[in-house]
């Protein structure tokens, strides 16, 4: 691979030693412990705090791709823009994202063609320093082997503008989605829980018309609800927590949750 992207957020978000790295993975998906003889969903939401605060939550969704291994071939990962203003939507022009588990092939053939999208943009800069999306990795990388990627940093982009991105990326069996979100920030527990609840009940329903302060993923997230909708996709709540329940005080704290959607 010639073009790497380093991994900018190995030692603060999540361990930087693999050793260390793939046995805290490892733990939070043991206690996650799917119930068997639960279905491989298509797609998932999962959040993208420091591990210490979401990766609980984020193992709920990701024990449930144990059986993909060695059938997904490409991961579509999308997540908001917390560094860099983005318009619309961006993908990179990397062939490879870096991690301490090793670095992560770039499905170029498809970011060549999703950038063809207009409202798309090739942005190094976007996704430079962005962890909604490379928090992610160290946890594909564990459930499911080998794959190549496709990275979206999600900025301004409609839900008809995401829906359309998504469903160009869709393909089979061999392709997973996975959609980077927290949801409530700075909220008082009690108010956190309230509002977080209100929000998963409208995922549920594929209600595609979440704001920023509902969830900081909401522009991927309405555009994975929309397609939802028109494909018939049945959706899951795995797991809804917030940091105040995993690694933090309950003054100020963030909402985290996981969902799985599967094709009836």
Not at 96 to 103: M, V
Not at 123 to 129: Q, T
Not at 195 to 204: H, K, N, V, Y
Request: glycine share 8%; charged share 20%.
């Amino acid at each position: 691979m010639s073009s790497i992207r380093p991994a900018a957020m190995a030692g603060t978000f999540y361990p930087g030693d693999a050793p260390g790295l793939a046995a805290e993975i490892a733990a939070y998906l043991a206690e996650a412990n799917p119930a068997a003889g639960a279905h491989a969903p298509k797609a998932v939401i999962a959040p993208h705090a420091g591990y210490m605060y979401s990766g609980p939550i984020a193992a709920s969704a990701y024990a449930r791709l144990a059986p993909l291994r060695g059938k997904v071939e490409r991961v579509v990962l999308a997540g908001p823009a917390h560094r860099v203003f983005v318009r619309g939507a961006a993908v990179p022009d990397a062939d490879g994202f870096d991690s301490p588990l090793g670095a992560v092939r770039l499905d170029r053939e498809l970011l060549d063609r999703l950038a063809r999208l207009p409202f798309v943009e090739v942005s190094e800069r976007a996704h430079a320093f962005e962890h909604s999306l490379e928090v992610h990795l160290p946890f594909l990388q564990s459930v499911l082997g080998d794959f190549k990627l496709a990275p979206v940093v999600v900025g301004g982009a409609t839900p008809a503008q995401m829906a359309q991105l998504l469903e160009a990326a869709w393909g089979g069996s061999e392709t997973l989605v996975v959609v980077s979100s927290d949801l409530s920030h700075y909220h008082p527990y009690d108010v956190a829980r309230t509002l977080d609840r209100r929000t998963a009940e409208r995922i549920l329903k594929l209600d595609p018309a979440l704001e920023p302060e509902e969830a900081c993923g909401a522009a991927p997230i309405n555009g994975l609800l929309e397609l939802a909708r028109r494909r018939g996709l049945a959706p899951e709540l795995l797991d809804l927590r917030n940091s105040g329940d995993t690694a933090g005080g309950r003054d100020r704290v963030v909402g985290y949750a996981a969902f799985a959607f599967h094709e009836r």
